[in-house]
């Protein structure tokens, strides 16, 4: 009988942990406030991002990543705002899909893609290249078409991340300066006491006269 437990224990551990290494290796797929899976337009591990370049009408800009955390501007090699440069890298690289509108789109003219509106391109540290593609909004305003240079599905993405690639160029991620300490105050000198001066030792005094 305490053979059998045993061995009952033993293959219990061993499936436990086959279903361990299995689901390890098969995560669940993402879910999205929809209740259905997470689609993405682009996948890509944001941290082995080393560099990024904004195209839109009102001009052009570039960051590089620097090492061991932080981000510059790539032409004058100032400092960038670590935190607004990294939102807009993590949030390309793992670009979510507010819904496919394609599979196989040939055409792009009709979604203000030929050519785009905005362009994010993503250089990653071993050289690779994936350059995003935003056009026109959608007739409800509620989303932007977007892809994938070199694939063929068509998505709508979220509009705050074409507003914050916009913002980029019109407003320049600088970082905030730092307060100086202001210098303490020099003390003000003691004021003197006022009031009569008492008799100086030495010094007779002159007697009142009398009628």
Not at 57 to 65: E, K, L, W
Not at 70 to 88: I, K, Y
Not at 115 to 122: F, I, K, N, Y
Not at 136 to 142: F, G, H, K, L
Request: glycine fraction near 8%; proline fraction near 9%.
């Amino acid at each position: 009988m305490a053979r059998t437990t045993i061995a009952m224990a033993i293959v219990f551990v061993v499936l436990a942990g086959g279903m361990w290494a299995y689901s390890r290796a098969n995560p669940p797929p993402e879910v999205n406030d929809q209740g259905t899976a997470t689609v993405y337009v682009l996948d890509v591990t944001a941290t082995d991002v080393q560099r990024l370049d904004v195209t839109t009408a009102d001009g052009s800009t570039a960051f590089q990543r620097t090492e061991p955390i932080g981000w510059t501007f790539a032409g004058s090699g100032d400092s960038a705002d670590l935190s607004t440069v990294n939102s807009v890298v993590n949030r390309l690289a793992r670009l979510r899909s507010s819904a496919k509108v394609l599979d196989n789109a040939t055409d792009l003219s009709p979604y203000g893609l030929a050519p785009p509106v905005v362009t994010a391109t993503l250089t990653m540290k071993d050289g690779a290249v994936h350059r995003v593609l935003v056009g026109n909004e959608t007739v409800n305003q509620a989303a932007y078409y977007a892809i994938v240079e070199g694939t063929t599905q068509l998505h709508t993405i979220n509009t705050i991340l074409v507003g914050d690639l916009g913002k980029l160029i019109t407003e320049p991620p600088v970082p905030t300066p730092t307060p100086e300490t202001s210098a303490s105050p020099t003390a003000s000198p003691t004021p003197q006491a006022t009031g009569t001066p008492e008799p100086t030792a030495g010094i007779p005094v002159p007697s009142g006269s009398t009628e």
